[in-house]
């Protein structure tokens, strides 16, 4: 990779930077939850990582377990510095992974416009 495309890729990162945004963490983490349920939360939030990163749009709806709703900017960021080997689904304008703990509390995901 030559230093033209490195500073391309430095330039995108830079630019998707702008558009992250730091959220607290809305529920404590789960435990005591066994292994199946784990197991579930890990394919949800992997389904959830596919449909977000075929999407046109970064804003989508996040619909909690205990009914509310909010609309979120999310991205998945693959092999990046942030994301590090694996691909991850980033919430807000500052980068805040979305774990699995807090992927636990969400009923469903879907595009907001």
Do not use: C
Not at 2 to 26: C, N, V
């Amino acid at each position: 990779m030559g230093l033209r495309e490195t500073l391309g890729t430095m330039k995108d990162l830079l630019s998707d930077l702008r558009h992250f945004t730091l959220f607290p963490r809305r529920y404590p983490a789960l435990r005591g939850m066994g292994h199946d349920f784990w197991a579930g939360v890990v394919r949800r939030y992997r389904n959830a990582e596919k449909e977000i990163a075929d999407a046109d749009s970064p804003w989508f709806v996040i619909e909690w377990r205990d009914g509310g709703q909010e609309l979120a900017f999310l991205r998945v960021l693959k092999g990046g510095f942030l994301s590090g080997r694996y691909p991850a689904i980033y919430r807000g304008f500052w980068p805040r992974r979305l774990s699995y703990s807090d992927f636990s509390r969400i009923e469903a995901i879907r595009a907001a416009f």
